[in-house]
């Protein structure tokens, strides 16, 4: 089974762009969920996808954003970036239908200067 | 509002001794309980779970023990090897109409010294 796969790995950005990273779940997985990960703060959960849908949401503003397509793929996009949007942005794959955890991909690190 | 906190950020043990990483929640409703390893550069990987119905789990040299009355649990590593350094996160969820969100805590990074 091919992993959890996220593009890019790197990204430099500088203040006021957007961003758009993509993440390509375990094949049959259905929920996607999105972390960011800054130090001293661990893993902040941003959104969770379902079956196209946005089933649970995190304390971010409306600035970050998402969707996820019929494949089960899905991008998160932050618009007008910040310097402290510089993070590892995690995504992290589930079946969506049972408590056994997730599979992380090795993230994207976004860098704003 | 952190609900799950790893009061830790940095342990240094010695190789073939046992290292001991603390968790603590808040929400009592949370039902399950992970905790996962990262290396530098790349995701956290799954190690060992437990169940809210269950107060210790097993897996080779993990364990995790869970103690709900004090809202806390513990992952012992037995005997700690220089491969296990890494950051460290526990995490906790609640079933929410058939959903499952993580709570993560903060990360304690682990450090085994050879």
């Known amino acids: 089974k091919a992993g959890v796969t996220q593009t890019p790995r790197y990204l430099i950005k500088t203040r006021g762009q957007q961003v758009t990273l993509s993440c390509s779940p375990i094949s049959g997985h259905r929920s996607v969920s999105w972390y960011q990960q800054t130090p001293g703060q661990g893993l902040q959960f941003l959104f969770e996808?379902?079956?196209?849908?946005?089933?649970n949401k995190g304390n971010f503003p409306g600035r970050f954003s998402g969707r996820q397509f019929s494949n089960s793929r899905s991008e998160m996009n932050v618009s007008t970036l910040e310097l402290g949007d510089s993070a590892l942005y995690l995504c992290?794959?589930?079946?969506?239908?049972?408590?056994?955890?997730?599979?992380f991909g090795s993230g994207t690190r976004l860098t704003v200067v | 509002d952190q609900q799950v906190k790893q009061n830790s950020p940095s342990l240094s043990v010695q190789e073939g001794r046992i290292s001991i990483l603390n968790c603590d929640y808040t929400?009592?409703?949370?039902?399950?309980f992970l905790w996962y390893k990262k290396y530098p550069a790349e995701g956290p990987t799954f190690l060992i779970s437990i169940s809210s119905i269950k107060d210790k789990n097993e897996d080779g040299r993990f364990t995790v023990f869970l103690n709900k009355s004090a809202k806390h649990l513990s992952l012992h590593i037995v005997p700690s090897q220089p491969g296990d350094s890494a950051v460290y996160f526990c995490a906790a969820s609640e079933a929410t109409s058939g959903t499952y969100k993580y709570i993560f805590g903060t990360g304690t990074r682990l450090k085994v010294l050879a």
């Open positions: 929400n009592s409703m949370f039902d399950y």
């Open positions: 996808y379902f079956s196209e849908t946005q089933r």
């Open positions: 992290a794959s589930s079946s969506g239908t049972a408590n056994y955890g997730y599979t």
